[in-house]
């Protein structure tokens, strides 16, 4: 789901966000507090091996991938995804997963969709994936209005953008628009194929998977050719491995650089200490309060809004995320500041990492 987001414009000590929280409760809402149980999402803690996970071993962790990142890579894609699936032929089992993500450029010109746009190549247990994803330069989020008035335009630029990408990879697939929206569907409906990331007009991404593990290595090889005239920000992400395996899979390229990322349950009064182990490069996540919108905006049409901490090397921050803006720009952001006691400015999430 596309997301509406906000941040607040300094960094907070977590006392300040604990304040936060007592004003949220002041206020009728239900947020957590220091000692309730919580899930924390990690992102971009840069590792030096997978020995480093352990420091980790107080907390229960789930959902554990290590990428690989490559930047301002030029090298020969068809190479480096057959070199990860040689590895992973040899470690693959139904709990793991390897994907290599790369840009690719969309040749028709836009104005309302970003011509940067990513792809996935992905290997699981017994089938493999080409997952393709489409980055707008504005948010409309499911139910929203604001884009009415080009919608034709949202939708001519999309189905032309999936089309490019459709038929570079040759994927049997068929594009319509119906009741204002874009459709993508197989040809084969026995086909595995999803379509994810909605905003306003239809998906933003959709994946094709397919039996054949072979299948996609030289058609997205041919999409990564089209973002060849730039140098290219290159992921792998391995999820489920032993040690064993990373360290093969990090003979492919010990230049890479290795971040890691995970869920970790924890009290919440634990978040300064996780953020300790992860710096400098870590990313924490953690939601502080949910509620429905009409309960701030009375007559006004309801959305769905999650309250998170979101902590770096540089303090805390107040996330506010909506699935969609009962009010205005500029009164969206005053209220949200109004209500968590904090400046705010609208702050959407890269959509590629």
């Known amino acids: 789901m596309r997301e509406r987001r906000w941040e607040t414009t300094i960094p907070l000590t977590f006392g300040q966000v604990l304040a936060v929280g007592e004003r949220l409760a002041a206020l009728g809402f239900k947020p957590a507090v220091p000692s309730k149980d919580v899930i924390c999402y990690i992102e971009e803690w840069t590792v030096e091996a997978p020995e480093d996970f352990d420091q980790l071993d107080a907390w229960s962790t789930e959902d554990a991938t290590l990428i690989h990142v490559r930047e301002g890579w030029r090298g020969d894609f068809f190479l480096l995804a057959g070199a990860y699936h040689t590895v992973y032929q040899c470690y693959q089992d139904v709990g793991t997963y390897c994907s290599i993500s790369h840009p690719w450029r969309i040749r028709d010109p836009l104005r309302l969709h970003d011509p940067r746009s990513m792809f996935w190549l992905g290997f699981r247990h017994a089938h493999s994936f080409i997952r393709v994803r489409l980055q707008t330069h504005e948010v409309i989020t499911p139910g929203e209005t604001r884009g009415d008035i080009e919608r034709d335009q949202w939708l001519e630029e999309r189905r032309t953008a999936f089309l490019e990408a459709i038929t570079l990879l040759e994927l049997p697939v068929e594009t319509s628009v119906e009741k204002q929206q874009l459709i993508l569907r197989p040809v084969d409906p026995a086909a595995h194929f999803f379509c994810s990331w909605p905003d306003a007009f239809g998906p933003c991404q959709f994946e094709y998977n397919t039996a054949d593990a072979y299948e996609f290595l030289v058609p997205a090889s041919k999409l990564a050719a089209t973002s060849a005239i730039e140098p290219a920000s290159v992921r792998a992400y391995l999820t489920g491995f032993s040690e064993d395996a990373l360290v093969e899979f990090q003979s492919i390229d010990p230049t890479a650089r290795f971040v890691y990322r995970c869920s970790v349950h924890c009290v919440l009064d634990d978040l300064p200490e996780l953020r300790s182990v992860i710096e400098p490069d870590g990313r ?12 701030l905006f009375p007559g006004e049409e309801d959305a ?16 506010v995320r909506l699935n969609r803006a009962p009010l205005s720009e500029e009164l969206m952001t005053v209220c949200l500041g109004q209500l968590i006691g904090h400046s705010v400015v609208y702050a959407p999430l890269p959509p590629f990492i």
Do not use: D, M
């Not at 769905?304 to 996330?319: C, L, Y």
């Open 284 to 295: 924490l996540y953690s939601t502080l309060c949910e509620f429905q919108t009409q309960e």
């Open 304 to 319: 769905s809004a999650i309250i998170g901490i979101v902590g770096t090397a540089a303090g805390f921050h107040i996330e």
